[in-house]
């Protein structure tokens, strides 16, 4: 997170680049985006943390910690270690026919 004063001359130019015209002008940048995206959502905790988890793809709550999707995520794939260390040759394969 990067926070810069557009006003104060040493930024003029990073403001023009981005565009920054009013107060707040908010960009996402990502690994392989370095023009940013505007940020033209809410301004609530709600909405950056909702914006947050889905460019990310991380699943933060309100005030911290991880929401309950994680959990869901961690049991899945445990059920996947088990069901692979319990049946190396696949589930399928103990099947009778």
Do not use: H
């Not at 403001?15 to 392989?32: E, G, I, Q």
């Not at 947050?52 to 929401?67: D, H």
């Amino acid at each position: 997170m990067a926070n810069i004063d557009a006003d104060d001359a040493k930024n003029k130019d990073i403001a023009r680049k981005y565009d920054v015209s009013s107060y707040p002008t908010l960009r996402f940048f990502s690994m392989d985006n370095k023009d940013g995206i505007p940020y033209e959502g809410g301004r609530s905790e709600v909405d950056f943390i909702n914006y947050l988890n889905e460019k990310c793809g991380t699943q933060r709550k309100i005030g911290g910690g991880l929401n309950d999707r994680v959990s869901m995520n961690i049991s899945s794939l445990f059920f996947s270690l088990l069901i692979s260390a319990v049946f190396p040759q696949g589930w399928a394969s103990f099947i009778p026919r």
